[in-house]
């Protein structure tokens, strides 16, 4: 979303409340902000894809979802501009609402702040950076000197008496921005400037084509449930879960199990539920669906259209809205 400033001294900066005020009021939103997704298992797994357990070693991405709270080391993704970062060692990401996010640490002093511009050219851009930033209430970040620009890299600075703001914004090609901008006191300025060009060395933006891929699943699926188009085989167990993929993140599978013929069991007639997050990775011309469950275990399922008909692994999905996200 593109911000529109309302005073040309505001920049990229406005509260509307004092500098005190400003830094209360964030330490209250990251604190209402780490609302954790509830995962229950059954102990069933969902049928059909691969499953993966994670490299300890590579980051893990998640979607930047409203309300939730991401640790140093994930990286996270906007999947409708095609843009992740890695959150810096010792600092915790957040999105308590709108399309700033928030960076705190509990060892580190200062604040940061993540903006997500779309469709925005490099002129609008370099005057939105030349510009003071402002906090309402006489709170105004002046800038020190011009922005500096290396390759689709621009570098900016900003300071009161006592305060500064450092910020490296990066440009796509596709006219995406993500402005990276720390503020604290002068005396932490190089801790500003270390964690802003982490960050942006961090930056990675997908190609458009398949951004415009992954705006298309995700246009398609959130909000959505997965029915499989399964035939009645005369009393068999259903082994294929019906899978609900909630705008907010989450995901339901339920798997419900029909009697066996000859056998009586507690389970018979019973919806096995199972809860997590999920995602689409797009590469070139494939979409995987990736659902993850709490323990951090995932399962990929492939994803493709025929004919407008959906397919998870080469299996054809009736598409429908979810009844169970509430």
């Known amino acids: 979303m593109r911000l529109k400033a309302r005073h040309k001294t505001e920049g990229f900066f406005c509260t509307g409340v004092s500098q005190g005020g400003f830094v209360r009021r964030l330490r209250f ?54 843009v992740s970062f890695l959150v810096p060692t010792d600092w915790r ?6 399309t700033v996010v928030f960076l705190d640490s509990s060892l580190h002093p200062g604040l940061g702040f993540v903006h997500l511009l779309s469709d925005i050219s490099r002129d609008d851009l370099l005057a939105k950076l030349s510009e003071p930033q402002a906090i309402e209430a006489g709170f105004v970040l002046h800038p020190v000197g011009s922005v500096r620009e290396q390759g689709n890299q621009f570098h900016a600075t900003y300071a009161t008496e006592h305060d500064v703001a450092v910020t490296v914004a990066q440009l796509d090609r596709s006219r995406n921005s993500v402005v990276y901008q720390f503020v604290g006191r002068k005396s932490d300025e190089n801790l500003y400037r270390r964690v802003v060009e982490e960050l ?30 399964v035939p009645d085989h005369g009393g068999e167990r259903q082994t294929a879960p019906t899978i609900h993929l909630c705008s907010d993140g989450r995901f339901i599978s339920i798997m419900k199990l029909a009697p066996v013929p000859g056998r009586t069991t507690e389970s018979d007639g019973e919806d096995y539920h199972e809860t997590g997050t999920w995602l689409i990775q797009q590469e070139r011309e494939d979409a995987r669906l990736v659902l993850t469950r709490g323990e951090g275990r995932s399962r990929i399922h492939g994803l493709r259209l025929e004919q407008d008909h959906l397919l998870l692994d080469d299996q054809q999905r009736e598409s429908s809205p979810s009844d169970q996200c509430f």
């Open 93 to 98: 990401a957040s999105l308590p609402a709108g």
């Open 200 to 229: 942006a060395a961090s930056t990675e933006f997908m190609p458009p084509d398949q951004l415009l891929a992954l705006r298309a699943w995700y246009e398609r699926l959130s909000g959505m449930m997965l029915t499989p188009d």
């Open 29 to 82: 939103l990251l604190t209402i902000g780490a609302v954790f997704l509830a995962t229950t298992g059954s102990g069933i797994p969902a049928q059909g894809g691969t499953d993966h357990t994670p490299d300890p070693k590579a980051p893990v991405v998640k979607d930047l979802r409203v309300g939730e709270r991401y640790s140093g080391g994930i990286r996270v993704r906007s999947p409708f501009l095609g």
